[in-house]
């Protein structure tokens, strides 16, 4: 298949394209450029929906339970679940399908497993490049589930248009609630396992914390996240936060924020595009002089550090 | 933009199996072997897998079964497979399979038949030479 021809199946909703289309994006294949080119203009109707939390919390059943309410009120969904690379090895045992079997023989839905492959901000590289196969596909929300997280992986949010954060009870007190991170970046709390003790005392935490908060740097403070009880293995408030989802849609492009938002992570996108090429250029480059191993040689030496030896790099040019 | 390939491989269990300990060891030899492992879970019909391999782009299927319904269900899972043109994804099996039944499976399709006892070295090298790539 030529980019021309994947391209077309991928707007055509062509799903074997689609599946392609994301392959030759993730890794990075002759004619990934050109075919995110011509896909590009065709995105940005899709709501993108970020999923994340710690391992465990819930993300995929919840993800599964989402899919059929959003299929219930008639929208189609893509969903990428982001599972863990090896470090030492480097497979990966993407497993999130295991919860959404729900879904399977759906052709309103489709779910894309992806490994980090070394990123370390909760997605991989190329979900973003994913979720524009699938927004250019035609499918109407797209959710993001990252890997399980800690407190420090908040890459999603400016992935995503909204942003969910699970949280589970029974993982600590109310320090941790005030900590900077992940709790920052939610724009609807989920309290999942919301049958288990100590679900309504984390609840009351994460009112305590938003009571406190002032608006976000950098966005509107016309909307305050909406804090939902959830269990998603039944299924129970799945409705609920279908709805805060939805009405956080309606926040974005009836205010300024769609445009704060999409500027925003822009930017975001640009940069790591720019850092991307220009590492690899760069690195290349200082290699076929044979300047590479020379500095590496150095910098174990302690004959040069490293930022001098960068310095030399950027001055030889790509 | 550098290339970055990587071996993908879904492994199901097809049918009624109670129990899946035999391919979750085959999953985490994959993954130790630097491939990417989706896994979905048991009882899982020829369609799902089928459309599961279609949606991840796999290089590789394996299926695992312990039921003795292998003659009823891997010709549904190859048909499957056919029908939405997956005809170059390999398929891999194994479980309990008894071998006067491996001649008629490897005549619609499956690459190689593992029984109990299987060195999951051989299977790595076996995906690694069937797909012709020596990396990962």
């Known amino acids: ?318 | 933009m550098t290339e970055e390939l990587k071996i993908r491989v879904l492994v199901a269990k097809p049918g009624l199996d109670g129990h899946d300990r035999g391919v979750k060891v085959v999953a985490r030899s994959l993954r130790d072997a630097g491939m990417e492992v989706i896994y979905t879970g048991l009882r899982q019909t020829p369609e799902m897998i089928a459309e599961a391999a279609l949606q991840e782009d796999v290089d590789i299927v394996g299926l695992s079964i312990l039921s003795g319904a292998h003659m009823v269900l891997f010709p549904r899972i190859m048909e499957q497979l056919r029908q939405r043109d997956l005809d170059d994804v390999l398929v891999f099996a194994g479980g309990i399979i008894p071998d006067e039944d491996v001649p008629r499976l490897k005549e619609i399709g499956i690459q190689n038949v593992y029984g109990p006892g299987t060195d999951t070295r051989d299977i790595v090298a076996d995906i690694r030479r069937a797909l012709g790539r020596a990396g990962t």
């Open chain 1, 1 to 318: 298949m030529t980019v021309k021809e994947l391209a077309a199946g991928v707007l055509a909703g062509d799903r074997r394209a689609m599946a392609r289309a994301i392959s030759t994006v993730e890794n990075r294949r002759p004619g990934a450029r050109d075919l995110l080119a011509t896909l590009y203009p065709h995105t940005g109707r899709a709501q993108v929906v970020g999923v994340t939390g710690s391992a465990g919390s819930g993300k995929s059943t919840l993800v599964n339970r989402l899919a059929l309410e959003l299929r219930r009120r008639g929208h189609t969904v893509g969903i990428v679940a982001v599972d863990p690379t090896s470090p030492f090895s480097g497979g990966a045992i993407l497993g999130d399908r295991i919860r959404m079997r729900d879904l399977a023989g759906d052709p309103g839905i489709f779910i894309r497993s992806m490994a980090t492959r070394g990123a370390l901000g909760g997605l991989s590289a190329a979900t973003a490049d994913a979720v524009v196969v699938l927004d250019a596909a035609g499918l109407d929300r797209v959710i993001i589930e990252t890997v399980g997280i800690g407190q420090d992986e908040v890459d999603v949010a400016r992935a995503a248009h909204t942003t969910l954060v699970l949280q589970v009870p029974g993982l600590g007190d109310d320090v941790q609630a005030l900590k900077a991170g992940v709790l920052e970046i939610a724009d609807v709390f989920v309290v999942n396992k919301a049958d288990c003790d100590g679900a309504d005392q984390l609840a009351a935490q994460l009112q305590i914390m938003l009571n406190l908060n002032g608006p976000r740097a950098g966005f509107g403070d016309g909307w305050r996240p909406p804090i939902v009880p959830t269990v998603a293995t039944r299924g129970d408030g799945v409705p609920a936060l279908v709805d805060a989802i939805v009405a956080h849609w309606a926040y974005l492009r009836d205010s300024d924020q769609m445009r704060v938002q999409a500027r925003a992570h822009a930017e975001r996108l640009l940069t790591e595009a720019l850092a991307r090429e220009a590492t690899a250029r760069l690195l290349q480059a200082a290699r076929d002089r044979g300047q590479w191993e020379s500095l590496v040689k150095q910098v174990a030496a302690r004959q040069v550090d490293p930022y001098t030896a960068v310095s030399r790099v950027l001055a030889a040019g790509p």
